[in-house]
């Protein structure tokens, strides 16, 4: 089993950054790939962001692309994604996820963190 717990959600202005972490224990070799995704009220749960654990191949959605970075540390067990840039869009939960294959779709991740609020005011 693999848990996940992410941390380093707030509340910041328009503009601003945020560097949220999602710190995994358990048998963490059994996801190869770790994605952030984010829900916003209302709004079904999508994907923001994709690593690979191995070799750090990231992969972005569109709409974060160039503002959000995601990074790991393999002695800490710990995947970060640093936002930059922030819009009121951005509000919405964060959650990180583990998973073998190389996707972006939910289904794809057997492991999830509980959240981390992000709110971006004007």
């Known amino acids: 089993q693999v848990q996940l717990v992410e941390s380093g959600g707030g509340l910041v202005q328009a503009g601003g950054s945020l560097r949220l972490s999602c710190a995994a224990s358990?048998?963490?070799?059994?996801?190869?790939?770790m994605g952030w995704f984010r829900q916003a009220p209302g709004k079904e749960r999508e994907f923001v962001g994709r690593i690979r654990w191995t070799t750090g191949t990231t992969q972005y959605a569109e709409s974060v692309k160039g503002r959000f970075i995601i990074s790991r540390d393999n002695a800490k067990n710990t995947v970060y994604l640093q936002m930059n840039s922030l819009k009121r869009e951005d509000t919405a939960v964060y959650y990180c996820?583990?998973?073998?294959?190389?996707?972006?779709?939910?289904?794809?991740?057997?492991?999830w963190g509980q959240g981390t609020q992000v709110t971006v005011s004007s």
């Open positions: 358990g048998h963490t070799f059994s996801s190869l790939t």
């Open positions: 996820a583990g998973g073998t294959g190389w996707t972006a779709q939910l289904r794809g991740y057997d492991h």
